[in-house]
């Protein structure tokens, strides 16, 4: 006999429907999994075997094929183990019913029949949705995840034999439900802020203009001058995530397998920190098992790296492509995956190798040799997609003696947030979300300068050899620091800011 349940197959962050088909058939008894599985979809076969027999249900001494349709995609991970015992039960006759066409199935079994979290519950429930269908059945620890996306049912069930009763029609179970408005309210405190960052005004200003524009920015400064601790207060200055970018974002926590237990919706923008030891497969995203690397689990959010000189050259490389399109795509034989990499970056780095460089109380021990060679691992096409270079000077006892309370991240975020719906108004009906991301008509549209600016901005374009794209930053800079002043047009204030904010990438004149 042969019987036909839906699942689901994740395919970059999106998730699209597979047709799993059981066949019995006199023989031998044999247990064969097709359709391009992996690894763990093969080992299935133990695991159905025992939750069966566990729950109480005979297994059938016969010939069994399990396909996974379409073929030519590969299926990976445990979640096809529900469906696929679904499916033997609905082929031997112990399950009947019209019902299992209308629900996608996905759960991992345990031996005793009891269902398991798996990876992409909100990707398959979004799969569901589109696809026109009453809901999905998972485990239930997924369904507050699943129920983010509304319109259809999530039924959470504990156990192989709780499916069967529900689909048989002879137990109730009620769709999971959540509120989105509370999961908002509730996730958005980040518990650091500005306000306990003592002095530092100007490396607070220039954070606020890469904020406010969405800008990639390079600290620079001695050892325990604050470029961590500024570093980390950037998302509490960052406009709310959209429920959009929310469910984007989620989407890349869940199907990573790092969405934290009990948290339904990324509501607050990810702060994602890497040690320099990573890889590029882990920066970037990919492996035997494609996965998405740290550039994407900072999508919407910020990638900070810290002593980004000591990262391997080869990992600081790769990042050109993300910063460059907000996206990283992997190529394999069989298939290419696109992650999302819309991230604002943030580095930090010391001076030279002591890191004490021009620091009025230590002295620096480095020679004008070892300084050339520790800044050159940082490469100039890497350092023109870097739109601010601030230096972080040590703090002064009287900064750090101080009593009074310094701006907290609401005022600065109000501001930044001003700036952000001016860009966003500016750019309606586009991709484009913030000046960071103009394109170079854009910029020949919005970035006009008076006389006083064009010649201070040619003079200095001369003078210190900045290429192309350092001058197209500057004037991406320039227009964020126009809009945070409320100004239409660019002045020529506005350009020498923005010109300060380039250090690392000048030549002597």
Known sequence: MLAKVLSSALIGIDAILVDVEVDLAPGLPSFATVGLPDGAVKESKDRVKAALKNSGYDFPARRITANLAPADIKKEGAAFDLPISIGILAATGVL????????????ELSLDGGLKAVRGALSIAVAA????????????????????????DIIGATSLSQVVEFLSGREGIDPCRIDLQELFSSGCDYGEDFSEVKGQEHAKRALEVAASGGHNILMIGPPGSGKTMLARRIPTILPRMSFEEAIETTKVFSISGLLENGRALMAVRPFRSPHHTISDVGLIGGGTTPKPGEVSLAHNGVLFLDELPEFKKNVLEVLRQPLEDGRVT???SLLTLTYPSRMMLVAAMNPCPCGYLADPTHPCVCTPIGIHRYRSRISGPLLDRI???????????RDLSDRGEAESSLEIARRVGNSRRLQLERYRGTKIHCNAQMPPRFIKKYCE????????????????????????R??????????LGGSEHILEEHIAEAIQYRSLDRRAP
């Open 129 to 152: 949705k589109r696809a026109g269908l009453a809901g999905i059945i998972l485990p239930a620890e997924n369904a507050p995840e699943a129920a983010v996306v509304e319109g259809i």
């Open 330 to 332: 992997i190529s394999r």
């Open 474 to 483: 500057i004037l991406k800079v320039a227009r964020t620091i126009a809009d």
């Open 96 to 107: 009947k019913g019209g019902r299992l066409r209308d629900y996608i199935l996905l759960g």
């Open 449 to 472: 300068l008076d006389t006083a600016g064009n010649r201070m901005l040619e003079l200095v374009t001369d003078r210190l050899g900045f290429s192309a794209r350092t001058y197209n």
């Open 387 to 397: 739109d601010i270079h601030i230096e972080v000077p040590a703090v002064t006892y």
